[in-house]
Structures are given as C-alpha cells and as structure tokens.
C-alpha cells in the first residue's frame, strides 16, 4: 500500500552529512554534504517568520551551515520539500487550521517546478504568499 505523504514527512530516516559523490546543482564532488530528512526540512520551514519567504538554494545553504555541511543534496531536497507540501496540504484538506500547518509557501514560489506538480495547485500557493505578506488578510484566530 503506498503511503500518505503524512506518513513520508514522519519517515524514521536520519539525516546523514557525508561527501558528496558528484558534481550536480552547483555542488562539487567531495564537498560534505547534507542529506536532509523530511523532519528536518519541515522544521526548519516552519520555524520562518511569517512575511519572510525565501529560495530553495538559500534554504539548502542555511541547512547545510546549521548542520555542519558546506552544501544539502538537492535532489534529496526537492524531494522532501514536496513532501513537506503535500502532507501540509494534507492535513489542512482534513480540517487543520491554515496557521497550524507548514508554510511551504514561504519556500516554494508559485512558478516553481515543484509547485506545479503539488495536488494545493499553483493558486493556493500564490494566495498563501500574499495573505503572508499583508497584515489584513492573515488567517483569523478562533
């Protein structure tokens, strides 16, 4: 039976630091580095201040420095961010209020290529970025 991404994103798997076996994504062969878990990648997008977004690669730089890497595996990475994404999706399609899941919005833009593949659409994406963005249209507590 296939898993729920929920189930994905709560994947017992470590993360690992060790040299990375090739050159991809502007990482160099030999460098160390990151192999984040979902948890850890889930973490870290949660804990950014709303209004604040940021791109992939500083979000695989800032990874990398927390854990004592020079650089996060990029192909590791595009995985559990849509992991992140859809469990987060997920879980707000099953009634968990807007401000209590993760805000992969704050990572992944709108044009993304992970984001036109996410089952929440482009739309949702855009529309969380620029409710994050305004005071006015923050989700209502309560």
């Not at 991404?5 to 017992?12: I, M, Q, T």
């Not at 630091?17 to 997008?45: H, N, Q, T, Y």
């Not at 940021?54 to 854990?67: E, S």
């Not at 209020?97 to 036109?116: C, G, Q, S, Y």
Request: aromatic share 6%; net charge positive.
């Amino acid at each position: 039976m296939k898993k729920s991404w929920a189930e994905r994103l709560n994947s017992p798997a470590p993360h690992v630091v060790k040299p990375a076996p090739m050159e991809i994504a502007g990482m160099k062969k030999g460098e160390i580095m990151l192999v984040p878990s979902p948890r850890i990648v889930d973490a870290f997008i949660r804990a950014i201040p709303r209004g604040t977004s940021m791109d992939v690669r500083t979000l695989r730089r800032k990874l990398a420095r927390r854990y004592k890497a020079e650089v996060t595996c990029p192909i590791t990475m595009g995985f559990h961010l849509r992991t992140v994404a859809e469990a987060a999706y997920e879980a707000y399609t099953r009634g968990t209020r807007l401000e209590d899941i993760t805000p992969f919005w704050r990572v992944l833009a709108p044009d993304a290529p992970t984001t036109k593949r996410l089952a929440c659409g482009t739309a949702f994406v855009a529309v969380q970025r620029a409710r994050d963005q305004s005071p006015s249209l923050a989700p209502q507590s309560g």
